[in-house]
Structure formats: C-alpha cells, structure tokens
C-alpha cells in the first residue's frame, strides 16, 4: 500500500517508499485501465526497478480484433478511459500517455501496431501501467 503521511498539516503519498506500489492497485497484470472488448493478453512482465526488486509497474502486449486505427480511437473516447487523463496522443505513430486522476504518480501508455505473418497480420497492442516515469523502461 502507498504510504500516507501528515507533516506540518500537509498530507502527502509517498509511492516511492511502498515496497510494491503495484499491489495496491490489484498487481500485474494490471486491470487498472482499461482494454478494447475482445483483447486478448499475449504477453506479460512487470516492470522492476532498484533492490531490493520493487513492482512499479505492469506492461502487457495483446492481441485485438479490430484495426490500429480502431483500437487507437478507443483510447482517444474519453468515456472508454475513466478516471485516466491524456498526458499525450500522437495519432500518427498511434502512442499516447495516460495519468491516473486517482493514484498520483501512475501513469499508462500505449501504443498500437501491425504485426505482419505470413498470410496475415494482427492488430497489437501494447500498454504499460506504472508508478514511475513511463520513459525510464524505454529501451
């Protein structure tokens, strides 16, 4: 659980000092926002940091029935994101960041692509839920 604390009447969260920040929002893979209808989860990891290992966040990678262009929209309809701030969206490249109005300090992103097989291709999404700066984990 996130650490509440009072200093000097201030009320204040600190994410940082919580062994597993995840935890207190239902673990990985993270439910704490939301998926196309029909999408299903290929893949998953947690995403950890310093020592001793901590859970700050949660990245998936899933399949979806739909296009790019429709699994991107989806985020872009603000009703299908409750609770969920766009930081930003680059309908070009289909990314877009996401803050929880909620948990301070957790933040989503996702991106959506094509994979291409022989005969066909699949619609991707991926989406990483974390307590963390989102560009930490980027490789």
Not at 28 to 44: H, K, M, R, W, Y
Not at 83 to 111: C, E, I, K, N
Request: proline share 8%.
């Amino acid at each position: 659980m996130p650490i509440l604390g009072v200093v000097s009447g201030v009320t204040y969260l600190s994410v940082a000092t919580d062994a597993q920040p995840m935890a207190s929002i239902g673990g990985c893979p993270s439910t704490a926002f939301p998926l196309p209808a029909g999408s299903t989860v290929d893949e998953q990891a947690g995403l950890v940091s310093d020592w001793p290992p901590h859970t700050l966040g949660c990245w998936t990678a899933n399949s979806e029935i739909g296009t790019e262009a429709a699994a991107f929209a989806f985020y872009m309809e603000p009703s299908n994101t409750p609770g969920w701030a766009v930081v930003y969206a680059y309908p070009q490249t289909r990314a877009a960041r996401f803050s929880s109005v909620t948990h301070r300090g957790l933040f989503a992103d996702v991106s959506v692509d094509s994979v291409h097989l022989i005969g066909h291709s699949k619609t991707r999404l991926d989406l990483s839920v974390c307590f963390c700066n989102p560009d930490r984990f980027v490789g």
